[in-house]
Every structure is written in structure tokens, then in C-alpha cells.
């Protein structure tokens, strides 16, 4: 059976993968695809087809502002909905990944309904 | 017969057909007519003979009230049935809340188990703590500490929000953390944050049994953080048993690895 959605999960802590993946596989058809770092997430958006990216601020190698910003850039990629998931609180952190195309930005620690509602949201399952 | 008087033939046929249809309408409509005059006509005499004779009048006012008095009824019963309705739609849309954080907190405690019990290799260990001290309890600033047998002080191995060495050795039993290690109590203070190392919001005894094994001191929350939830002290009470499990394996391991990596480098000496 083909998903319907294929979700990409950009983030360095396996826990919180975990987590996300655990949530997500509420959404019927769903697929989830782990990305461990920012550059694995580049490799990974540039190379495959995905319906919306749940991407983590502070990572290793690459973080996720550089690669929302990378995203933005490339054409076929534009309208593709990223939704930050990040322990960065503040109004600043917030209006800067706003600013460089993220969809939605949520704070951890998370609640996996909330993350739910904000997928269903853009993927337009409401 | 020429096309055209064929054509014209067929015409006329079709234009009897509908007039014979029309003819037929016009007489199911002078019946219906006819139907509803006499309905209205026994209608008319039946008030007549209820207005002329006050026996039947009283009849058919009885029968009105009682009408009435049923009909009114039945608007209490409906509306007392749709009053309870709502109140059973709330009360599952308030279960259907509960369920979601029950299921939400599960999902938490679940995954935080799951990877505490992954690996047995003490840093690795070490390095889910902290995953899971600040993506789900949600913690800015705090450190693990690992009791030292020999001196029996606790120091800090591992932190977040400032460096390790920043963390003074706790003597086990004294302060918060020692006595908190000691007697295998959570310490759960004021959640807005603390920057006295000696006094965390917060202090999870590590213990195996009545072993201890070190404590997690968290001294700051995020800034959108504004108090512990009832799945915090959850993650507590689970930090507090398994993170101790697992860093106690994953020692152990190690010694029995070190051991069996000794016991091999003796016999390959004697064998070869």
C-alpha cells in the first residue's frame, strides 16, 4: 500500500523522533522518514518527495534554520509545510523561522495532539 | 403515402395521445375536487353541530386540552432528552480531552522507557537522560550525578545550561541532592528556577533497590515552561527507577566487559 502523506522528521535526538513517529502514525496512510541532523535532511528533502517536514532547531552539523532557508530556495520545495518543533522559547527564535518560511513553530516539550493538529492543519485533513 | 403524409399522420397521433393524457389529468382532477368539497362540507357540519349542542362542544374542547396537555408533554420530555444529550456530549468531549493526555502521556512514558533500556553503553545511557530531561520534562538547566562508592560523593557527569565542572560534589545525605539520593525521595520545589547549585527546583534520586546510584538536579525549566504537569512527575517517578536500571546495566556491562576482555588477554598469553 502507497502512503498518502510521507512525512520527513529532521531532528538529532532519537527520543524525540521516537516520539514524533509515535504520534504521526495516528494519521491513516501516513509514512515517516528520519533525518538526524540538518544535512541528512537536505539530502533526504532534495532526493525524495515529502508532504510537509517537522524540523528541530538545534542539530549537529547543520541546524534547522540553515536548512528551512535552503528549502525556501530551491523552487520545487516552496509550498512543501515545515513546521518547527524546537526548546526555543522566545518571541525572536519564533519570528525568525516564521520569517524564513516555516509554517507553523511549536515548542517542546510537545504534545502529541497538538503536533497532530497542526499536521491534519496543513496537510488539509480537516 | 408520401413522407409528408406519413409525418403529418404521426403527428397527429402523438397530439391525440396527449389529448387523451390532458382528458384523463382534467378527470383524476374534477374527482380530487370533488373529494376535498365533501371533506370540507362534513367538516363544516361537524362544527355546526358541535356549535349548536354545548354537550359536543365541551367534548371537543376536552379533547383539545388533552391534545394539548399531551402535546406539551412530549416538548418537556424532548427538550429534558436533548438537555441530557448535551450534558452526555460534554461529558465525552471532556473524556475525549483526558483520553487524548492519558494517551499523550503514555506515549511519553512509553518512549522514554523504550530508549533508557536501548543500549547498554553507560554514555549512551547517560546521553537519552538528558534527551529526555529536556525534550519531555522540558528543562533548561541541569545536571546527572553518579555517586562516587569510594568517596560516597556525588558528582556531576553530565549537564545542560552550564558546564559540568560548574557543579559542585554533594556529600551523600547532606543538602537537597544527598538527602534526596539518601532516602530515595523526589525533591520537587518552586518550578520558577533556581540559581543556587546547592537548591535545584528539582532533585530525582537514582536507586536501584535501596542502592543509590546518583540523582538528576534540574535547576531552570524552559521559558515556556510554567510549572510541572501531572505527566512530569510521571517522567519523574520513571527517570527515578529506570534511568538507575539502566545506568546500573550498562556498568555493569562494562566491568564484566573489561573483565572478559582480561581474562581473554591471560588465556591467549598461556596458549600461545
Same mark, same amino acid.
Given at each position: 500500500?502507497?502512503?498518502?502523506?510521507?512525512?520527513?522528521?529532521?531532528?538529532?535526538?532519537?527520543?524525540?523522533?521516537?516520539?514524533?513517529?509515535?504520534?504521526?502514525?495516528?494519521?491513516?496512510?501516513?509514512?515517516?522518514?528520519?533525518?538526524?541532523?540538518?544535512?541528512?535532511?537536505?539530502?533526504?528533502?532534495?532526493?525524495?518527495?515529502?508532504?510537509?517536514?517537522?524540523?528541530?532547531?538545534?542539530?549537529?552539523?547543520?541546524?534547522?534554520?540553515?536548512?528551512?532557508?535552503?528549502?525556501?530556495?530551491?523552487?520545487?520545495?516552496?509550498?512543501?509545510?515545515?513546521?518547527?518543533?524546537?526548546?526555543?522559547?522566545?518571541?525572536?527564535?519564533?519570528?525568525?523561522?516564521?520569517?524564513?518560511?516555516?509554517?507553523?513553530?511549536?515548542?517542546?516539550?510537545?504534545?502529541?495532539?497538538?503536533?497532530?493538529?497542526?499536521?491534519?492543519?496543513?496537510?488539509?485533513?480537516? | 403515402?408520401?413522407?409528408?403524409?406519413?409525418?403529418?399522420?404521426?403527428?397527429?397521433?402523438?397530439?391525440?395521445?396527449?389529448?387523451? %393524457?390532458?382528458?384523463?389529468?382534467?378527470? /383524476?382532477?374534477?374527482?380530487?375536487? $370533488? @373529494? #376535498? +368539497?365533501?371533506?370540507?362540507? !362534513?367538516?363544516?357540519?361537524?362544527?355546526?353541530?358541535?356549535?349548536?349542542?354545548?354537550?359536543?362542544?365541551?367534548?371537543?374542547?376536552?379533547?383539545?386540552?388533552? %391534545?394539548?396537555?399531551?402535546?406539551?408533554? /412530549?416538548?418537556?420530555?424532548?427538550? $429534558? @432528552? #436533548? +438537555?441530557?444529550?448535551?450534558? !452526555?456530549?460534554?461529558?465525552?468531549?471532556?473524556?475525549?480531552?483526558?483520553?487524548?493526555?492519558?494517551?499523550?502521556?503514555?506515549?511519553?512514558?512509553?518512549?522514554?522507557?523504550?530508549?533508557?533500556?536501548?543500549?547498554?553503553?553507560?554514555?549512551?545511557?547517560?546521553?537519552?537522560?538528558?534527551?529526555?530531561?529536556?525534550?519531555?520534562?522540558?528543562?533548561?538547566?541541569?545536571?546527572?550525578?553518579?555517586?562516587?562508592?569510594?568517596?560516597?560523593?556525588?558528582?556531576?557527569?553530565?549537564?545542560?545550561?552550564?558546564?559540568?565542572?560548574?557543579?559542585?560534589?554533594?556529600?551523600?545525605?547532606?543538602?537537597?541532592?544527598?538527602?534526596?539520593?539518601?532516602?530515595?525521595?523526589?525533591?520537587?520545589?518552586?518550578?520558577?528556577?533556581?540559581?543556587?547549585?546547592?537548591?535545584?527546583?528539582?532533585?530525582?534520586?537514582?536507586?536501584?533497590?535501596?542502592?543509590?546510584?546518583?540523582?538528576?538536579?534540574?535547576?531552570?525549566?524552559?521559558?515556556?515552561?510554567?510549572?510541572?504537569?501531572?505527566?512530569?512527575?510521571?517522567?519523574?517517578?520513571?527517570?527515578?527507577?529506570?534511568?538507575?536500571?539502566?545506568?546500573?546495566?550498562?556498568?555493569?556491562?562494562?566491568?564484566?566487559?573489561?573483565?572478559?576482555?582480561?581474562?581473554?588477554?591471560?588465556?591467549?598469553?598461556?596458549?600461545?
Amino acid at each position: 500500500m502507497s502512503a498518502t502523506h510521507r512525512i520527513l522528521i529532521v531532528e538529532d535526538s532519537p527520543t524525540m523522533r521516537q516520539l514524533l513517529v509515535f504520534a504521526l502514525k495516528r494519521l491513516k496512510g501516513a509514512e515517516m522518514v528520519e533525518a538526524q541532523d540538518g544535512m541528512d535532511g537536505l539530502r533526504k528533502v532534495s532526493s525524495d518527495h515529502f508532504d510537509l517536514a517537522l524540523i528541530d532547531i538545534n542539530m549537529p552539523v547543520m541546524d534547522g534554520l540553515k536548512l528551512i532557508r535552503l528549502i525556501r530556495g530551491e523552487d520545487n520545495l516552496k509550498e512543501m509545510p515545515i513546521v518547527v518543533i524546537t526548546t526555543e522559547g522566545a518571541k525572536e527564535d519564533r519570528e525568525r523561522a516564521l520569517a524564513l518560511g516555516a509554517n507553523e513553530y511549536l515548542t517542546k516539550p510537545i504534545q502529541s495532539n497538538r503536533v497532530l493538529q497542526v499536521v491534519r492543519s496543513l496537510l488539509k485533513l480537516e | 403515402m408520401s413522407d409528408d403524409r406519413k409525418a403529418l399522420f404521426g403527428r397527429a397521433d402523438e397530439f391525440m395521445s396527449i389529448f387523451k %393524457r390532458g382528458a384523463e389529468f382534467s378527470k /383524476e382532477l374534477i374527482a380530487e375536487n $370533488e @373529494r #376535498l +368539497r365533501r371533506k370540507v362540507l !362534513e367538516l363544516e357540519q361537524q362544527q355546526n353541530f358541535a356549535a349548536r349542542d354545548d354537550g359536543e362542544w365541551d367534548k371537543l374542547r376536552t379533547e383539545l386540552l388533552m %391534545r394539548i396537555e399531551s402535546l406539551e408533554e /412530549e416538548r418537556s420530555s424532548a427538550l $429534558e @432528552r #436533548l +438537555r441530557q444529550l448535551e450534558e !452526555e456530549n460534554h461529558q465525552f468531549a471532556r473524556r475525549y480531552v483526558e483520553v487524548e493526555e492519558e494517551n499523550n502521556n503514555l506515549a511519553n512514558l512509553y518512549v522514554a522507557s523504550f530508549q533508557l533500556h536501548s543500549t547498554l553503553d553507560l554514555s549512551e545511557v547517560v546521553k537519552i537522560v538528558i534527551e529526555i530531561v529536556i525534550n519531555l520534562i522540558g528543562a533548561e538547566m541541569f545536571a546527572v550525578y553518579m555517586l562516587d562508592e569510594k568517596t560516597n560523593r556525588l558528582e556531576a557527569v553530565a549537564s545542560e545550561g552550564e558546564a559540568v565542572e560548574s557543579f559542585p560534589k554533594m556529600p551523600l545525605g547532606s543538602g537537597i541532592i544527598g538527602s534526596s539520593v539518601e532516602s530515595g525521595e523526589t525533591f520537587c520545589g518552586d518550578p520558577a528556577g533556581s540559581d543556587d547549585y546547592l537548591r535545584p527546583i528539582v532533585c530525582i534520586p537514582l536507586r536501584v533497590q535501596e542502592r543509590p546510584i546518583g540523582a538528576i538536579a534540574v535547576y531552570r525549566l524552559l521559558q515556556q515552561k510554567d510549572g510541572f504537569t501531572p505527566l512530569d512527575h510521571e517522567l519523574f517517578t520513571l527517570l527515578a527507577g529506570h534511568a538507575a536500571t539502566s545506568i546500573f546495566s550498562a556498568r555493569l556491562y562494562s566491568q564484566s566487559e573489561r573483565k572478559r576482555n582480561t581474562i581473554q588477554g591471560f588465556i591467549d598469553l598461556l596458549t600461545k
